[in-house]
């Protein structure tokens, strides 16, 4: 498999065909960025724990009905999923302000939002990644706007069962991005749940528990995915 040319190469994840057309070989490599690809190295076994972490979430969203690309794990690093062709608009889910939402509206850190707000982003790194709205969608037509309300309604669904997986390990799930994509007629929840997409916050300490540590050099950015793994998986 690793000898194979991946057929998409992203910033923290390579895409290989499979014997299996209906399925996808997904490698979580170490690689780490952030701020567009500005600022990038690679941590060992980084990787691992993503895989992990989105495995578990993905499993504990499809116990619950939700309809998501996973298969299976191959191995530690190595997801089979079933191939979506994605649609380029981030879902993201808020619970409180932090990052751009700080940056660009005037929010207090940490303001608890409630209901959540969604915010949905046009994916486009070169661009990077402006905020757009439902009509530009369905003008672009990436999604039409019965389309936009169930990926939104999907969107709030995860929201409630990552807040409460979060909440039974003492994280408070800030903010986090899904992304879509088209399998035959049906739409379902692709990419990856983890740590490099996700806000999560130490309900005790406030501590930043994802990437910002990566981001922000806030501390040991390895120990950090390492204890979330570990206490969400059991593993
Ligand atoms: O940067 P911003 O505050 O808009 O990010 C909101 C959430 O979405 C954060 O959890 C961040 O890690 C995630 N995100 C992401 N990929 C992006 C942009 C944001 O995973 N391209």
Do not use: C
Not at 113 to 118: E, K, N, S, T
């Amino acid at each position: 498999m690793t000898e194979q040319q991946p057929i998409y190469r992203g910033k923290a994840k390579s895409i290989f065909r499979s014997d299996n057309p209906d399925e996808l070989i997904v490698s979580f490599r170490d690689d780490i960025t952030a701020f567009d690809g500005a600022k990038k190295d690679e941590l060992t076994d980084k990787g691992v724990y993503n895989a992990t972490v989105s495995a578990y979430l993905f499993g504990r969203l499809e116990e619950k009905g939700i309809a998501t690309h996973f298969v299976r794990m191959e191995d530690e690093r190595t997801m089979i999923v079933r191939p979506l062709t994605m649609i380029p608009v981030e879902v993201i889910v808020r619970n409180a302000a932090a990052g751009s939402l700080v940056r660009n509206y005037p929010f207090e850190e940490g303001q608890r939002l409630d209901p959540p707000v969604i915010v949905l982003d046009y994916k486009d790194d070169a661009r990077h990644d402006p905020m757009i709205n439902e009509e530009i969608i369905v003008a672009l037509g990436l999604m039409t706007a019965e389309e936009i309300d169930a990926v939104k309604t999907i969107a709030l669904q995860v929201n409630d069962l990552l807040r409460a997986e979060f909440g039974r390990i003492g994280l408070d799930l800030v903010d986090f991005k899904l992304e879509f994509g088209r399998h035959g007629d049906r739409i379902l929840l692709g990419d990856e749940i983890s740590m490099d997409s996700m806000r999560l916050w130490d309900m005790e300490t406030h501590a930043s528990m994802d990437k910002d540590v990566y981001r922000f050099d806030k501390g040991d950015v390895m120990a950090t995915y390492a204890t979330v793994a570990e206490r969400l998986t059991g593993a």
